[in-house]
């Protein structure tokens, strides 16, 4: 069903699925490529969803079922981004989406098929997990348009491959099959084309079963290790609200009864 929070794009659309929200970067006319306006509206999306204690997880794709997201609108250019001082303000928004998808309280996975370019791998690299079709073609080309990358961004980057693939990645402006970035570890899992919708869902409820404020706590813990934490969360604390809480209840309750749990978060 359609989510309640509006975007303030139509191009970014939600629907909400017993707990699971998809997110769908929608514009096909330009292989599903992200303008400022799309930029600017994540972050006010993320927040809501991050809010919102019937959402246990998030699955975000591109419309239709050629391209994942073929990077920014390179029509902006030209204008938006013509000049210094608009190109700041552009990779500004930029990265404000970047990490309002990364630092989203909810487990956030990407469903990748086709062209997963420039920015669109970005935003996959925000995610938390990446589940993507053998057909899938990873790239950054930066140093082949003369753009600066963000340097804030550049940490989901480089926790994800490592400093040296990524100076590779960037360098070099090379473009990855499935295999070589499975082999990086940017996916988690990959699939047929056939089979990455029913995969990815799967995943996405497999999570949403599990205790969300569990969940909420090893990600920030785990984003801390690597470097992406949110300043402004505590992970310990986290932690420690786990074991006061009534999930932790249900979990030993449910495993001495021999049943599965059933978790609402509080």
Same mark, same amino acid.
């Given at each position: 069903?359609?989510?309640?929070?509006?975007?303030?794009?139509?191009? @970014?659309?939600?629907?909400?699925? =017993?707990?699971?929200?998809t997110l769908t970067v929608d514009?096909?006319?330009?292989?599903?490529?992200?303008?400022?306006?799309?930029?600017? %509206?994540?972050?006010?999306?993320?927040?809501?969803?991050?809010?919102?204690?019937?959402?246990?997880?998030?699955?975000?794709?591109?419309?239709?079922?050629?391209?994942?997201?073929?990077?920014?609108?390179?029509?902006? /250019?030209?204008?938006?981004?013509?000049?210094?001082?608009?190109?700041?303000?552009?990779?500004?928004?930029?990265?404000?989406?970047?990490?309002?998808?990364a630092h989203c309280p909810k487990?956030?996975?990407?469903?990748?098929?086709?062209?997963?370019?420039?920015?669109?791998?970005?935003?996959?690299?925000?995610?938390? @997990?990446?589940?993507?079709?053998?057909?899938?073609?990873?790239?950054?080309?930066?140093?082949?348009?003369?753009?600066?990358?963000?340097?804030?961004?550049?940490?989901?980057?480089?926790?994800?491959?490592?400093?040296?693939a990524a100076k590779d990645l /960037?360098?070099? %402006?090379?473009?990855? =099959?499935?295999?070589?970035?499975?082999? @990086?570890?940017?996916?988690?899992?990959?699939?047929?084309? =056939?089979?990455?919708?029913?995969?990815?869902? %799967?995943?996405?409820?497999?999570?949403?079963?599990?205790?969300?404020?569990?969940?909420?706590?090893?990600? %920030?813990?785990?984003?801390?290790?690597?470097?992406?934490?949110?300043?402004?969360?505590?992970?310990?604390?986290?932690?420690?609200?786990?074991?006061?809480?009534?999930?932790?209840?249900?979990?030993?309750?449910?495993?001495?009864?021999?049943?599965?749990?059933?978790?609402?978060?509080?």
């Amino acid at each position: 069903m359609t989510y309640s929070f509006s975007p303030a794009t139509s191009k @970014l659309v939600l629907s909400l699925d =017993d707990g699971i929200v998809t997110l769908t970067v929608d514009n096909l006319p330009k292989r599903n490529a992200v303008d400022l306006e799309m930029w600017r %509206a994540f972050p006010a999306i993320m927040e809501a969803l991050g809010r919102d204690s019937r959402v246990r997880a998030v699955i975000l794709r591109g419309a239709g079922h050629e391209t994942f997201v073929s990077g920014a609108d390179i029509a902006e /250019f030209e204008t938006v981004r013509a000049d210094a001082e608009g190109g700041r303000r552009y990779e500004a928004a930029n990265e404000a989406a970047f990490w309002a998808v990364a630092h989203c309280p909810k487990p956030v996975i990407a469903m990748i098929r086709g062209f997963c370019l420039g920015a669109g791998f970005g935003l996959a690299l925000s995610c938390d @997990l990446r589940v993507a079709s053998e057909n899938a073609v990873f790239g950054i080309p930066a140093a082949r348009l003369g753009v600066g990358y963000p340097p804030g961004a550049m940490k989901l980057v480089t926790a994800t491959v490592g400093a040296a693939a990524a100076k590779d990645l /960037f360098f070099t %402006a090379r473009r990855l =099959d499935a295999q070589e970035a499975q082999r @990086l570890g940017v996916l988690q899992r990959l699939v047929p084309d =056939d089979r990455l919708e029913a995969t990815t869902v %799967a995943l996405a409820r497999s999570i949403a079963a599990n205790a969300p404020l569990t969940i909420r706590a090893a990600k %920030a813990a785990i984003d801390a290790a690597v470097g992406i934490a949110h300043p402004d969360v505590d992970p310990v604390a986290l932690a420690d609200r786990c074991f006061d809480s009534a999930d932790a209840v249900e979990g030993r309750t449910a495993f001495l009864q021999k049943r599965q749990p059933v978790f609402t978060g509080r």
